[in-house]
């Protein structure tokens, strides 16, 4: 899997698998981005989040993501955390959300 930063209607894939989100992801794309990732063997997407204008973005793109695999016979649950991280020096608190295809 890999990590994919949305942001400005732009996919950059990098080597891991964490969507990073921003206030400025396009729904349409993380949605899809989603989409894609639970339909894979692992079928679990993390997505890190700092801002309420992100995880705004991040929670409209788990809604529609949902229903892009509804008519695979799939649903999508979303378990949220809190972690810490360090952005130019400052330590500030981000959330962690994992998302999983059931059915």
């Not at 894939?13 to 989100?21: M, P």
């Given at each position: 899997m890999s990590i994919v930063h949305v942001s400005h209607g732009k996919k950059v894939?990098?080597?891991?698998?964490?969507?990073?989100?921003s206030a400025k992801s396009k729904v349409s794309f993380l949605a899809g981005a989603i989409a894609s990732t639970v339909n894979t063997k692992d079928r679990t997407?993390?997505?890190?989040?700092?801002?309420?204008?992100?995880?705004?973005?991040?929670?409209?793109a788990i809604a529609v993501a949902r229903?892009?695999?509804?008519?695979?016979?799939?649903?999508?649950?979303?378990a949220p955390s809190f972690f810490d991280i360090v952005i130019d020096g400052q330590e500030r608190t981000a959330m962690k959300l994992i998302v999983e295809s059931i059915g």
């Open positions: 894939v990098s080597e891991s698998k964490i969507l990073k989100v997407v993390e997505m890190h989040v700092i801002g309420a204008g992100a995880v705004n973005q991040a929670v409209k229903g892009l695999v509804a008519p695979n016979g799939q649903s999508l649950i979303c």
